[in-house]
Nanobody, 126 residues
């Protein structure tokens, strides 16, 4: 089992940057595929980015491709989401998620993940 704690959210102006972190408990972090999701007010939670167990492969939603970068440091049990060129429509609660076994075609679906953090608020002002 793994526990996830996000940090790094906050208020930023449009065009600015933030880096989110998600710290995981336990000694088996490298056995989890990691994802970032977000949920804006009144909307369903949506996939943002995912990263494979070793960090060698990354995946992005079209809406953030070229602006966001997901990375992980297995020695520090942490996954990151670097967010650049932020837009007001990026405003949401951001969640990290983990799962041992996941397939690439399904890793964009939130119900594929068994472990979730509590979320961190990101607000982008125009």
């Amino acid at each position: 089992q793994v526990q996830l704690v996000e940090s790094g959210g906050g208020l930023v102006q449009a065009g600015g940057s933030l880096r989110l972190s998600c710290a995981a408990s336990g000694r088996t972090f490298s056995t989890y595929f990691m994802g970032w999701f977000r949920q804006a007010p009144g909307k369903e939670r949506e996939f943002v980015a995912g990263i494979s167990w070793s960090g060698g492969s990354t995946y992005y939603a079209d809406s953030v491709k070229g602006r966001f970068t997901i990375s992980r440091d297995n020695a520090k049990n942490t996954v990151y989401l670097q967010m650049n060129s932020l837009k007001p429509e990026d405003t949401a609660v951001y969640y990290c998620a983990a799962e041992h076994r996941i397939t690439i075609p399904t890793m964009r679906r939130e119900y594929e993940y068994g472990y979730w953090g509590q979320g961190t608020q990101v607000t982008v002002s125009s």
